[in-house]
């Protein structure tokens, strides 16, 4: 019994490839490339100032033994139309690559060698009104050169995008605050891809370190070296939604600001400094970070009510100087977690920075409703 089944299972093995092949432009047939296309994350639909966008990952890995190169990523719809909705290629691709471990010339970030990754960081405008309800990831590479030359695609599986978020209140009060390294297609931030458990995640997708600016745009007057001397040293941070305390961290004692003065080892444990997470329903845990010691108003298992003061911010851990680090995340982790979009139901958008603190204008415009701060917008809050 064991010949014919054998025999069977290479019949369908050979069926399955015939029906997997690609036609080449010579009219010759061949096997797709091998390569696995994953949406680790699925995207949830996020609103700005400029309209409707989705922020995702596309990993890519080669499992095969010649290198590739990747040369056009598309995004299109999954109805019969097959209607394309965001192209990236050339140099566009290439600021949209990184591949870990990578440290060679950035313009060869676009050659995957066998068993090698990339991950493609996706930033795609869509419109308000007809966002996709999913779409495929498709893909065209290259392997070898001159006549040998060959250029295959292959499209991924249905990504299914999210609708919602959660609506939240301010962090903080007042004004005006700079929103550095917020959402941005190239940030820190976004591009912050840790792996922590085994499974590398994006906690900060969406994050935003909020600094305090006096009217000429600075962050602090008088000494450098004292936090005192930080419009951001003190401020009340405050619960954004109704929720329960589920972590807290306090007793890091505060950094003298400067690029590169800690108080204590980074680690996975002293990274956001003294911080607060709270469950605020649905899925969703907002994160607190590099608060002042000793300023912490909660506990874990506290109910806290939308507007409470839960820390005052400080500059502990990973930080630079006085500012809140907030994010919001699928899980309790800080960093091993997944960064969601979140709208705030009501901001002013004052004015934008090219920059953090520079190239600042002040030119509004004005209140906006149920939308994410982009990457250094200034904004006053209620």
């Known amino acids: 019994m064991i010949a014919p089944r054998y025999a069977a299972a290479r019949l369908a093995l050979a069926g399955l490839v015939a029906s997997a092949s690609a036609v080449t432009a010579r009219g010759q047939a061949q096997l797709p490339p091998p390569l696995e ?97 999913s779409f495929r990831n498709r893909v065209r590479v290259e392997q070898g050169t001159g006549d040998s030359l060959r250029v295959q695609e292959l499209e991924g599986p249905v ?82 939604a109704d929720g329960r305390v589920v972590e807290v961290k306090d007793s890091i004692p505060e950094n003298v600001p400067g690029v590169n003065s800690r108080a204590v080892p980074i680690t996975l444990e002293t990274v956001g400094g003294n911080h607060v997470v709270i469950d605020i329903g649905g899925g969703y845990y907002a994160f607190y970070a590099h608060l002042k010691p000793g300023s912490l108003r909660v506990k874990v298992g506290d109910r806290v009510r939308r507007g409470q003061v839960v820390g005052l911010v400080g500059n502990t851990g990973n930080s630079t100087e006085p500012h809140l680090h907030f994010h919001v995340a699928d899980a309790i982790s800080p960093l091993g977690s997944e960064g969601v979009p979140y709208r705030l139901d009501r901001f002013e958008l004052v004015g934008r920075c090219t920059s953090f603190g520079a190239g600042c204008t002040r030119d509004g415009p004005g209140p906006r409703r149920n939308e994410i701060p982009m990457g250094n917008a200034v904004v006053r809050f209620p």
């Open 159 to 240: 990504v299914t995008t999210v609708r919602g978020g959660p609506v939240i209140g301010p962090p903080l009060r007042g004004g005006p605050w700079l929103a550095a390294n917020g959402p941005n297609a190239r940030s820190g931030h976004r591009r912050a891809l840790i792996p922590t458990g085994g499974v590398p995640t994006i906690a900060q997708r969406f994050a935003i370190d909020w600094v305090k600016l006096n009217d000429s745009s600075t962050t602090f007057s008088g000494d450098r070296l004292k936090n005192e001397s930080y419009y951001a040293e003190g401020n009340d941070a405050l619960a954004v």
């Open 37 to 133: 296309l994953r949406v680790p994350k699925a995207p949830t639909v996020a609103h700005g100032v400029d309209g409707a966008f989705l922020a995702y990952e596309l990993h890519v890995t080669n499992f095969g033994a010649q290198p590739l190169t990747l040369r056009a990523v598309e995004v299109v719809s999954t109805d019969p139309a097959h209607r394309v909705l965001y192209s990236a290629t050339d140099s566009t691709l290439l600021q949209g690559i990184a591949r870990p471990g990578f440290t060679g010339a950035a313009a060869e970030r676009s050659k995957i060698g066998g068993g090698m990754r990339g991950v493609v960081y996706m930033w795609i405008p869509v419109d308000t009104n007809r966002v996709p309800v």
